[in-house]
């Protein structure tokens, strides 16, 4: 059964409480089937449903030495929510998290089945993408921008508009994982800095 929350309002728009309806589960896709099994084996953040820091960066791992015998390219990027501490101010802690819910699982569907996203400091999240040189890697980041642009957050009422800042890298011979988060959250800093809801790229 699926848990469905709605408020319950006065005229005024004062909050009066809420109504809790459950609603039958659809069939189970292969996505979700998957994600429940990973979710079962420790592999997933609780929080926004996409891989945890631990998994994609055994991913980022495997990704690496691959790289050094098959130079297929391939990217990392780094998001971010922008101004979240002004919509935590605003809502509180619940709007902050329902946002980052909603941003995850944009960015997750609008990935291919051979790319990863995974939750990887606090309000951050890290993808790497396969199969992926540096002009794909910008266009792919300017299309994730806007899907996440595009989506209105329903909370309690009121629709939340959120941004994204994104950092891109692409990979190189002799990186560590180290080096490319580094040069992709030195992106994502440029991209804040330049204020947001934009894509920046730190090539070297």
């Not at 006065?10 to 996505?31: I, M, N, Q, R």
């Amino acid at each position: 059964m699926l848990l469905r929350t709605a408020p319950l309002r006065a005229e005024t728009g004062d909050l009066l409480g809420a109504v809790e309806v459950l609603e039958p589960l659809g069939p189970v896709s292969t996505g979700e089937r998957r994600n429940n099994k990973l979710a079962g084996f420790g592999c997933l953040d609780p929080l926004t449903g996409v891989l945890n820091r631990s998994m994609i960066q055994a991913h980022l791992r495997e990704n690496l030495p691959l790289y050094s015998v098959f130079p297929v390219p391939f990217c990392v990027m780094t998001f971010t929510v922008d101004n979240l501490a002004k919509l935590n101010e605003r809502f509180g802690q619940a709007s902050v998290d329902t946002v980052l819910r909603v941003a995850s699982q944009t960015l997750e569907n609008s990935l291919r089945p051979t790319d990863f996203i995974g939750h990887w400091i606090e309000h951050e999240f890290l993808a790497i993408l396969t199969e992926c040189n540096e002009s794909d890697a910008i266009r792919t980041a300017e299309r994730l921008r806007k899907m996440i642009e595009s989506a209105h957050v329903a909370f309690w009422g009121d629709t939340l508009n959120i941004t994204m800042s994104i950092g891109v890298t692409i990979a190189h011979d002799q990186d560590t994982v180290g080096s490319m988060v580094s040069r992709s959250e030195q992106a994502l800093h440029k991209s804040q800095t330049a204020g947001g809801n934009q894509v920046a790229l730190v090539s070297h």
